[in-house]
């Protein structure tokens, strides 16, 4: 674990509002979408000059189309920052944004850096066709289009068709395994709801989400979502998922402005980087990772889980939330108190951002000393990272 004098800390997160698929952000292109968090972290930090910063690192899990594969020097050169400032992109799925939190944070404990500038960008709406190439011109046979918006695509034969289940098919599987019930689901997605629409109301996201045009808030809560209701809606996978208890298609993005101790930002760390964790396993049973990646980074941290006040667990699927909890052995009132990604939504490049933010603020409004982040990916890995809030006051 790093001296104190080595850690990495956060000093703000923003994002922007998760908008549904073909929504109110369909119109708005992934590099303006990750341009315009960019450029809200620099204005909120005035005193820190943009050519001060190291590295732009964003998460992406798409890449395919408007991204341009690099859109984190994208972003750099739309949010109008010094062209001397580099970006670099990772790629993990859904724990991209999260990945890029780790790069960043690793950078600035080894001294290679003093500012990062760490995110991630998804818009799930824009996300392109892919034509296979063929290997010689003029193929005899047709060509099928593929979706580049989520799951599998052009898939290896050789791959074990056990680990290329969809992504519901494979928390179906899931359920079996743990015996976790449709109502239990359904009641834990209208918690999600509930909670999101009650945190926007009491303005717990006013200073996180910064607008795009004339979008200001999350499209995809449902305040008046019920259990009664979500009971109506048909298994989508043969089983206990549906619309109501996963997360949506969604387009967003998010910022997280990473420094040393004694950064040039012109304000004060919010919270400690104290550990990372990373998981795998069979690709089939990705929505159980977290347990093993969260384990990790809290050992780590020389931190347990009875010290830990805060969690924030990505929701892909309420069952494998669900799972996680349990598995934990936690009090599933510290879960993910101001809502998840059933309700928020769950744009993939930026959904570590989102749910690091979430955490830095809930540390501080709550007081508590050590929160968790967890997000599980798909094709069976997990990322996960310990918080330590940096006031005085927290316990």
Same mark, same amino acid.
């Given at each position: ?49 943009? $050519? ?13 189309? *408007? ?21 670099? =992109? ?10 890029? !939190?780790?790069?960043?944070?690793? $950078?600035? *404990? ?18 392109? %066709? ?7 011109? #003029?193929?005899?046979?047709?060509? =099928? @289009? ?5 799951? %599998? ?9 056990? %680990? ?21 689901? /359904? ?7 509930? !909670?999101?629409?009650?945190? %926007?109301? /009491? ?24 259990? *009664?209701? !979500? ?5 989508? #996978?043969?089983?206990?998922? =549906? ?68 969690? *924030? ?44 933010? =979430? ?22 890995? @997990?990322?996960?990272?310990? !918080? ?8």
């Amino acid at each position: 674990m790093p001296t104190p004098s080595a850690s990495a800390y956060v000093y703000d997160a923003v994002r922007t509002p998760f908008g549904k698929f073909g929504g109110s952000l369909a119109e708005t292109r992934p590099d303006d979408l990750a341009a315009a968090v960019v450029r809200a972290v620099l204005d909120r930090s005035p005193d820190l000059d943009p $050519a001060a910063v190291d590295e732009v690192v964003l998460g992406l899990a798409n890449g395919a189309g *408007e991204d341009n594969r690099n859109v984190a020097r994208m972003a750099v050169l739309l949010a109008g920052m010094p062209t001397s400032v580099p970006g670099s =992109t990772v790629n993990r799925l859904c724990g991209s944004g999260l990945d890029a !939190l780790f790069a960043g944070s690793r $950078a600035v *404990e080894t001294g290679d850096a003093d500012v990062v500038l760490v995110g991630g960008v998804e818009s799930m709406s824009r996300a392109p %066709w892919v034509l296979p190439k063929p290997s010689r011109a #003029f193929p005899a046979g047709d060509v =099928t @289009a593929v979706s580049t918006t989520l799951g %599998w695509r052009l898939v290896n034969p050789r791959m074990p068709k056990e %680990w290329t289940v969809s992504l519901g098919g494979a928390n179906e599987l899931l359920q079996q395994r743990f015996g976790i019930s449709r109502e239990r689901q /359904d009641e834990f997605a209208v918690r999600s709801h509930r !909670l999101a629409a009650a945190a %926007w109301a /009491d303005g717990f996201y006013d200073d996180l989400v910064v607008p795009v045009g004339d979008v200001t808030r999350d499209e995809g809560i449902r305040a008046d979502s019920t259990i *009664e209701r !979500l009971a109506g809606l048909k298994p989508a #996978f043969d089983g206990t998922i =549906t619309a109501g208890n996963a997360s949506p298609l969604s387009d967003g993005a998010s910022a997280v402005l990473v420094g040393s101790a004694d950064a040039p930002v012109g304000r004060e760390p919010l919270a400690r980087i104290a550990g990372r964790g990373t998981f795998a396993l069979d690709p089939q049973d990705f929505g159980f990772a977290p347990v093993e990646a969260a384990n990790r980074a809290l050992a780590r941290a020389g931190v347990g889980w009875d010290q830990v006040g805060a969690v *924030e667990l990505n929701e892909a699927f309420a069952v494998q939330s669900l799972a996680c909890v349990d598995a934990w052995g936690i009090d599933p009132a510290i879960v993910n108190t101001r809502g998840g990604a059933i309700a928020l939504g769950h744009p993939l490049g930026a959904s570590g951002g989102r749910i690091l933010g =979430t955490l830095v603020a809930r540390l501080r409004a709550e007081g508590v000393r050590w929160g968790v982040a967890a997000i599980c990916i798909g094709v069976g890995q @997990a990322l996960a990272v310990v !918080l330590e809030n940096t006031m005085e006051e927290s316990r």
